[in-house]
T-cell receptor, first 110, second 115 residues
Framework: ELKVEQNPLFLSMQEGKNYTIYCNYSTTSDRLYWYRQDPGKSLESLFVLLSNGAVKQEGRLMASLDTKARLSTLHITAAVHDLSATYFCAGASGTYKYIFGTGTRLKVLA | ETGVTQSPTHLIKTRGQQVTLRCSSQSGHNTVSWYQQALGQGPQFIFQYYREEENGRGNFPPRFSGLQFPNYSSELNVNALELDDSALYLC??????????????FGSGTRLTVV
């Protein structure tokens, strides 16, 4: 069955710095999703990546998908405090089931 | 358009009891999925409903059951509650086939505590 691993699990970074969160998955999955979750809140959809080489950007976040390497990345540019949250990637298993990673807890320090 | 709404937001139950959680899907969405998120973990797929029938299930025991109604709202029922059932339960909706392309819309969740 599809397995999804994220690293790092915890990330503390200074404002203004850049960093990348990695999402590896174990078997073929041509769809990859990124979600953000604030403490005690639900999941907010960030990116839907549907094909090899897909790259999407929204503000300071950019996500990419390499299906051959079974790798997706979420790159943070010039981090600001408002980006502090937990970020999840999820692969699609079949047509309906998401398999989530354990999440990366990001804390941006002023 | 309204989003996915879940009720109640918080719930405390005693071990061995039964609980029902409710979800109203986003307007126009006919598919509902339920996920369990334990503290510090990623959400885990419980099951999905489409056209009032279960059309996919994760690794959860039969005491986790559900329903979908003609208006596409849904219930999650858990019998014989165990302490490990304490978690945030998330409902997600989509239009058939669109969930894969656009991603699911998640509700705010129900925080269940079993004591």
């Amino acid at each position: 069955e599809l397995k999804v691993e994220q690293n790092p699990l915890f990330l503390s970074m200074q404002e203004g710095k850049n960093y990348t969160i990695y999402c590896n998955y174990s078997t073929t999955s041509d769809r990859l999703y990124w979600y953000r979750q604030d403490p005690g809140k639900s999941l907010e959809s960030l990116f839907v990546l549907l094909s090899n080489g897909a790259v999407k950007q929204e503000g300071r976040l950019m996500a990419s998908l390499d299906t051959k390497a079974r790798l997706s990345t979420l790159h943070i540019t010039a981090a600001v405090h408002d980006l502090s949250a937990t970020y999840f990637c999820a692969g699609a298993s079949g047509t309906y089931k998401y398999i989530f990673g354990t999440g990366t807890r990001l804390k941006v320090l002023a | 358009e309204t989003g996915v709404t879940q009720s109640p937001t918080h719930l405390i139950k005693t071990r061995g009891q039964q609980v029902t959680l409710r979800c109203s899907s986003q307007s126009g969405h006919n598919t509902v999925s339920w996920y369990q998120q334990a503290l510090g973990q990623g959400p885990q797929f419980i099951f999905q409903y489409y056209r009032e029938e279960e059309n996919g299930r994760g690794n959860f025991p039969p005491r986790f059951s559900g329903l979908q109604f003609p208006n596409y709202s849904s219930e999650l029922n858990v019998n014989a509650l165990e302490l490990d059932d304490s978690a945030l339960y998330l409902c997600a909706s989509s239009l058939e086939g669109q969930g894969a392309v656009r991603g699911y819309t998640f509700g705010s969740g129900t925080r269940l505590t079993v004591v």
